[in-house]
């Protein structure tokens, strides 16, 4: 076996006493004695990414939003609602040792300089709250927590419990809806003395991503790189599932060739099987069973064409047809989507119903054409690619385009010696978020069914603005803006383009998405932005800084992706995409509204707000 041990102890850790026997909170002293930005430039230094799934540098995270706090009271978060089908790191690190991820949450809370930490778990995992809160009882007695204030939360099962924004929505009461708006943006409401909606930000990190932290403070950045690759450094923690003779946890090494770890993990298929293809949870497209030398890292993963996410290897033998797996992730995403966005709720019902009874591929591949169509969250694109992949990986092996019955793609209650428990109850959930002998069947939608208060509104409130001015105002006579829409749509049709185009294409797709970029910020930064500052001076500002910077981040991407100077990956496409698509919605939602107010009539001046519009687009 060559697992490593560096986060993931061998047997559970019993008490405080037995970590800080094994040098558990030295790196938290450490942290004490030196300058907040000194632990940030460490963590960037060691180049540690999140381990939820997105693989987002960390110490920039954290550089982020220390910049973005001002003075404001804002929590940490810990990410431990673990909902991916094949999962069970966090669970499998918590209940060997949860005071190395407590440890890692009190050096992010001083580094960025939080008052709070919130470890955000789901209700049912009742294991690891007993274990976190015993934990928290020792380490706050030890002095660790001085000046924080350190809780856990409950959440509810869904899916999207452990999407950051549909998170910090949890924490603050309401429903697992994710919000346009980022954590570091906007946070949770942690004191009731101020207005709800304060503008304060949050910090979100992975129970795993934590737990690499206190070794990193002690033993610098280059130890911390010393295994694993330049781009994916250090060691991550794997789950192995599904055909495989058993299901097992591990730490390995970065690089290490996934056929290794299924191998090891697993304990190989059933004697004359062999894998099909390895499906990375519900998150990335799967690898096929030719490829299992690809090294576990970020950069292999995506030149693969798959996805690292949060490491769940669910293995697929060749006596499974693909086409079941495709409708088995199909119905998880349907169900799990809250349909806040029409296309990514309406299409990915329409993809799992067709693929069940009666494989109309037509409808199939139309659904999957236009599911992500204005969605403010990344599941949309994983119904999109991870389904659109196993569709085409069940045609190169000559599968029919035949009704399936959904392979059973559930999210993990236990691993027991070897065995995972997966919930089945899920296969009892509907669309509605009900379950079947427990509830009736609403009809609706989870956002219509559990929306009592228009999250729209709060969703994209952004700092102190006044959202009565924000409501939409009646067009004009000549709609002013109707060209400024016009390019939003095309930009949209783009995003699809780039994110459907085969590899030989991309970059032409890429190109002239950066084209189109530039014209709208043409218009925006040229012409809407510096009307919205003259005509609403105390709140311009502030209503047009995040389309601002999302646009600018998506111009900047867009640039590097086209001339290759970083890989064209899914997990960059989704944030390019999701850069323009919440610049967009800001736009259409926030910023046209209110100059709409202004300028709603048929006079000398719209008309030529209106004619310089179209010249910017034209570029004349
Ligand atoms: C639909 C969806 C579900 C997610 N579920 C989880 C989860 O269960 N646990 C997790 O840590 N991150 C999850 N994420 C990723 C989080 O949104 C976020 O990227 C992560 O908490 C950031 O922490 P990190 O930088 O340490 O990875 C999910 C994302 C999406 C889009
Ligand atoms: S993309 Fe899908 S899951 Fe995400 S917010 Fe929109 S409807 Fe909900």
Redesign the pocket.
């Known amino acids: 076996m060559s697992t490593i041990r560096r986060i993931l102890d061998p047997d559970p850790v019993a008490s405080l006493v037995d970590y800080t026997n094994d040098r558990g909170g030295d790196a938290l002293a450490a942290a004490a004695r030196v300058d907040r930005g000194a632990v940030i430039d460490t963590v960037t230094a060691a180049g540690l ?8 540098p ?1 110490g920039r ?1 954290w550089a982020t939003i220390a910049r973005s706090l001002q003075g404001a009271s804002i929590p940490v978060v810990v ?6 089908p094949g ?1 069970f790191k ?1 669970r499998t690190l918590l209940r060997r040792n949860p005071y190395r991820v407590l440890e890692g949450a009190c050096i992010a809370a001083r580094s960025v300089g939080a008052d709070t930490i919130i470890v955000a778990i789901k209700a049912s995992f009742t294991h690891e709250i007993d274990r976190l809160t015993e934990a928290i009882d020792e380490i706050t007695a030890a002095g660790w927590t001085d000046g924080l204030t350190v809780s856990v939360v409950a959440g509810p099962g869904e ?9 910090l929505e949890v924490i603050d009461g309401r429903p697992p809806f ?1 919000r346009v708006v980022a954590p570091y943006r906007r946070g949770v409401a942690t004191d009731p003395d101020r207005p709800r909606h304060d503008g304060t930000v949050a910090l ?7 737990a690499n932290v206190p070794g990193i403070v002690l033993d610098g950045a280059e130890w911390f790189r010393s295994v694993g690759t330049v781009d994916s450094p250090g060691t991550i923690v794997c789950t192995v599932t599904g055909s495989t003779e058993r299901a097992g946890v591990g730490e390995y090494e970065m690089g290490t060739p996934i056929g290794q770890v299924i191998s090891e993990l697993g304990g190989g298929l059933q004697a004359g099987a062999h894998v099909a293809a390895v499906l990375g949870g519900v ?1 990335s497209p799967p690898l096929d069973g030719t490829a299992l030398e690809t090294p576990i890292s970020y950069e292999a993963m995506a030149l693969a064409g798959s996805g690292l996410g ?1 490491a769940s290897f669910i293995v697929i033998d060749d006596t499974t047809s693909i086409r079941s797996v495709a409708a088995g992730v199909a119905r998880f995403l349907s169900v ?1 989507s809250c349909g806040q966005c029409v296309p990514c709720k309406r299409d990915a019902l329409a993809i799992a119903e067709a693929m069940r009874t009666n494989g109309d591929r037509t409808a199939i591949d139309d659904a999957l054409s236009t599911v992500t169509r204005g969605a403010r ?3 949309a694109g ?1 119904t999109e690619r991870v389904v659109g992949a196993l569709v085409r990986l069940a045609d190169s092996l000559g599968e029919p385009d035949d009704p399936v019955e959904p392979y059973p793609i559930l999210p993990m209650v236990d691993l027991i010696e070897g065995q995972a428990v997966l919930d089945t109850s899920h296969l009892d959930k509907r669309a509605d978020w009900t379950r079947v002998g427990e509830e009736p069947d609403s009809d609706e939608w989870p956002v219509e069914r559990l929306a009592n208060q228009p999250t729209e509104a709060t969703a994209v409130h952004v700092a102190e603005v006044d959202l009565r001015r924000a409501e939409p105002a009646e067009l004009p006579d000549i709609d002013v803006f109707a060209p400024v829409r016009e390019l939003h749509a095309t930009l949209e049709r783009q995003v699809a383009r780039v994110r459907t185009a085969p590899s030989d294409r991309v970059h032409a797709e890429l190109a002239e998405l950066r084209e189109q970029i530039e014209r709208h910020r043409r218009v925006s930064e040229r012409l809407l932005y510096p009307l919205l500052e003259r005509l609403e001076p105390e709140i311009g500002d502030d209503v047009s800084w995040y389309p601002e910077h999302r646009e600018a981040h998506a111009a900047r991407l867009a640039e590097r992706l086209d001339l290759g100077t970083m890989p064209v990956t899914t997990h960059l496409l989704d944030e390019l995409c999701a850069d323009i698509h919440v610049s967009i919605i800001e736009l259409d939602q926030r910023v046209l509204p209110l100059l709409a107010a202004h300028v709603a009539g048929d006079t000398g001046e719209e008309r030529l707000i209106a004619g310089d519009i179209v010249d910017e687009i034209t570029d004349r």
């Open positions: 990414r999140g381990r939820g799934g997105a693989g987002f960390t995270k990410n431990a609602a673990e909902g991916e999962t966090d899916y999207l419990f452990g999407e950051e924004t549909a998170m994710p979100v990190d992975n129970v795993e991503t934590l998150s949060s799990e969250c990344a599941l994983q």
